[in-house]
């Protein structure tokens, strides 16, 4: 099983909503991404979990809230949003760096696209 | 941080034909990774190709191969007889081993592949 899977695919939320965006992977991954892609850009890395534990958050405002439950499962809570939130948050997951032997790349979701209205 | 950067937005190539874009980047470290994404418009990210800089050797997969030059930090993808399905946006990206898995993408080039 080589999948990141995303879900929802698409969530429309008004900015009082409270959503939560989740991944989740069977690769015994233990590095797992949210990255945040506006249109005709790149993606802009947001959050990186290591082992569970949150190891870099790129200052990302307060709104969204990522978590970890497992090592398979990640999520990003949502709430109040404003419209320029509006994007494809992409998941991804990796092998760990520390004691393993990577291939180095990072395995990504179809991503779930996202309006706030 | 390490910078990525993709000087072209955009090209175009003729079915059949060879393309090659562009991709330097600037780091202090000796060891890393580089890669080239694919992302249609179907918008899922896939890996066309990988180098560790550990490696002199040029990556190769298929059509698509890479021109990896350390000194220069320069790494360009090179795509031999286009298909109408390599018609995407194509990002090239930097992951360090050093820093929490950090990985990061240049501005992407749009290709185009004419029939």
């Given at each position: 099983d080589t999948e990141v899977t995303q879900t929802p695919k698409h969530l429309v939320m008004g900015m009082t909503n409270k959503k939560s965006l989740k991944c989740e992977q069977h690769m015994g991954h233990r590095a797992m991404y949210w990255y945040k892609q506006k249109a005709k850009k790149p993606p802009e890395l947001m959050f990186v979990y290591s082992y569970e534990k949150l190891s870099i958050n790129e200052s990302v405002p307060s709104r969204f809230s990522p978590e970890c439950p497992n090592s398979s499962l990640l999520n990003l809570h949502l709430h109040a949003l404003q419209p320029e939130d509006s994007a494809l948050y992409l998941c991804a997951s990796s092998q760990e760096f520390r004691g393993e032997q990577p291939t180095g790349e990072l395995f990504f979701g179809e991503g779930s696209r996202l309006t706030v209205l | 941080a390490q910078t990525v950067t993709q000087s072209q937005p955009e090209m175009s190539v003729q079915e059949a034909e060879t393309v090659t874009l562009s991709c330097t980047y600037d780091t202090s470290e000796s060891d890393y990774y580089l890669f080239w994404y694919k992302q249609p418009p179907s918008r899922q990210m896939i890996l066309v190709i990988r180098q560790e800089a550990y490696k002199q050797q040029n990556a190769t997969e298929n059509r698509f191969s890479v021109n990896f030059q350390k000194a220069a930090k320069s790494f360009s993808l090179k795509i031999s007889?286009?298909?109408?399905?390599?018609?995407a946006m194509y990002f090239c990206a930097y992951r360090s081993p050093y820093n929490n898995n950090d990985m990061r993408f240049g501005a992407g080039t749009r290709l185009t592949v004419k029939p």
């Amino acid at each position: 099983d080589t999948e990141v899977t995303q879900t929802p695919k698409h969530l429309v939320m008004g900015m009082t909503n409270k959503k939560s965006l989740k991944c989740e992977q069977h690769m015994g991954h233990r590095a797992m991404y949210w990255y945040k892609q506006k249109a005709k850009k790149p993606p802009e890395l947001m959050f990186v979990y290591s082992y569970e534990k949150l190891s870099i958050n790129e200052s990302v405002p307060s709104r969204f809230s990522p978590e970890c439950p497992n090592s398979s499962l990640l999520n990003l809570h949502l709430h109040a949003l404003q419209p320029e939130d509006s994007a494809l948050y992409l998941c991804a997951s990796s092998q760990e760096f520390r004691g393993e032997q990577p291939t180095g790349e990072l395995f990504f979701g179809e991503g779930s696209r996202l309006t706030v209205l | 941080a390490q910078t990525v950067t993709q000087s072209q937005p955009e090209m175009s190539v003729q079915e059949a034909e060879t393309v090659t874009l562009s991709c330097t980047y600037d780091t202090s470290e000796s060891d890393y990774y580089l890669f080239w994404y694919k992302q249609p418009p179907s918008r899922q990210m896939i890996l066309v190709i990988r180098q560790e800089a550990y490696k002199q050797q040029n990556a190769t997969e298929n059509r698509f191969s890479v021109n990896f030059q350390k000194a220069a930090k320069s790494f360009s993808l090179k795509i031999s007889d286009s298909q109408l399905g390599d018609a995407a946006m194509y990002f090239c990206a930097y992951r360090s081993p050093y820093n929490n898995n950090d990985m990061r993408f240049g501005a992407g080039t749009r290709l185009t592949v004419k029939p």
